[in-house]
């Protein structure tokens, strides 16, 4: 089953892409690799939620919020080389603005690494970095980037 | 027009390339991209401006900041390619340390983004992820690293 | 020398690799590249420190502890590729849960690279960025993450 077949079978569809929030692109290009912009949780192009996980936002929230991430990071990449030439998901970052002394930003950005699993199956299967920021852009709790390989 | 030819016009010169502050690098060639280490806005081995933005500076020397951030990125690139074999920019990451509740890490970083988008026009559109952090080395403001692709 | 000699003549074995925090893998390859997932200083499967660097925990520990996140990254290369296939260490990434007004971050991530630099010679040199963060997944006072190329 390939990966839009398998989104559509989750009852998933992609986002459109969001708009930058500055003067980038949402994904590029170099040989067999696809970077894509840090992607935060925005639906219909507003944050569903604002705060820290760990405080206002509470950890369980953050990994919807992280699946929300993941799935506009495969829209910004859909829109450059088709979501079906991705043979594989390389490196997911995640960072979360996260409250003192909450440690638990693997446990939120597994909300992406889960969605990427459900989707590409073992192709799926990706070394990852989380941790825990300060800030993010428009007081997002979450921002999600991806390296993925294309055929 | 060349990147170095688009540089002149733009009134700017490349720096001298700053030591770096460990033990590493300024940047390092794998196949088709080079990776730039973390740049903070040296001028002649100093810091403008120390402290968080939000804070102790603004969002609009931040601006400045990224953009000489990613001017020291270009001579670290330059120095080991030379800066007319590069072909496009593949991936920007922006740190900004930031005062509690500072939101404008885009905007910072766009100092970064639109000097890269003066010297190479299209091919400079890149992939970005803008993030606010806790501490910079040096209370640095802000730090840039790039991805960028050589011919 | 190769690697593995190398690090043998250093007195040091790579450990085994960690069992990851969440939904990822240790170590995942794309063409001639190896992206690690970012690395906690677990020893037999604890913290040694756990804690923000300048407060809790010595720049001094900090080093160590780094140090220990690059030994745990190569295990994860190990695994992967083998060492010995390793031609040469591209970009480190380190993060440093930092207390207020700690700008240390290089010196910290100084252990990660010497001991690159040890086991790899000048094939270790590296592009790097470090900065300090807010919080770090269990409360981790580093994390480190490697980009290496391959064979």
Same mark, same amino acid.
């Given at each position: 089953?390939?990966?839009?077949?398998?989104?559509?079978?989750?009852? =998933?569809?992609?986002?459109?892409?969001? &708009?930058? *929030?500055?003067?980038?692109i949402p994904a590029r290009r170099s040989g067999n690799l696809v970077f894509t912009a !840090?992607?935060?949780? /925005? +639906?219909?192009?507003?944050?569903?939620? &604002?705060?820290?996980?760990?405080?206002?936002?509470?950890?369980?929230?953050?990994?919807?919020? *992280?699946? &929300?991430? $993941?799935?506009? $990071?495969?829209?910004a990449v859909?829109?450059l080389v088709g979501l079906?030439s991705v043979t594989g998901i390389v490196k997911?970052? !995640? /960072? +979360?603005?996260?409250?003192?002394? /909450?440690? !638990?930003?693997?446990? +939120?950005?597994?909300? *992406?690494?889960? =969605? =990427? #699993?459900?989707? /590409?199956?073992?192709a799926?299967?990706h070394a990852?970095?989380?941790? #825990?920021?300060?800030? =993010?852009?428009?007081?997002?709790?979450?921002?999600?980037e991806l390296i993925v390989e294309v055929g």
């Amino acid at each position: 089953m390939s990966p839009s077949e398998k989104l559509r079978e989750l009852g =998933l569809a992609l986002p459109s892409v969001s &708009t930058p *929030a500055g003067a980038y692109i949402p994904a590029r290009r170099s040989g067999n690799l696809v970077f894509t912009a !840090g992607q935060v949780p /925005f +639906v219909d192009g507003k944050l569903p939620k &604002t705060g820290k996980i760990g405080g206002d936002v509470s950890a369980e929230d953050g990994y919807d919020l *992280a699946r &929300t991430c $993941a799935l506009n $990071a495969l829209a910004a990449v859909d829109a450059l080389v088709g979501l079906d030439s991705v043979t594989g998901i390389v490196k997911v970052v !995640g /960072f +979360v603005a996260s409250s003192p002394e /909450f440690g !638990g930003q693997p446990k +939120v950005i597994n909300g *992406a690494s889960d =969605l =990427l #699993g459900e989707v /590409f199956g073992e192709a799926g299967a990706h070394a990852r970095s989380a941790v #825990g920021v300060a800030e =993010l852009p428009m007081n997002s709790p979450v921002e999600v980037e991806l390296i993925v390989e294309v055929g």
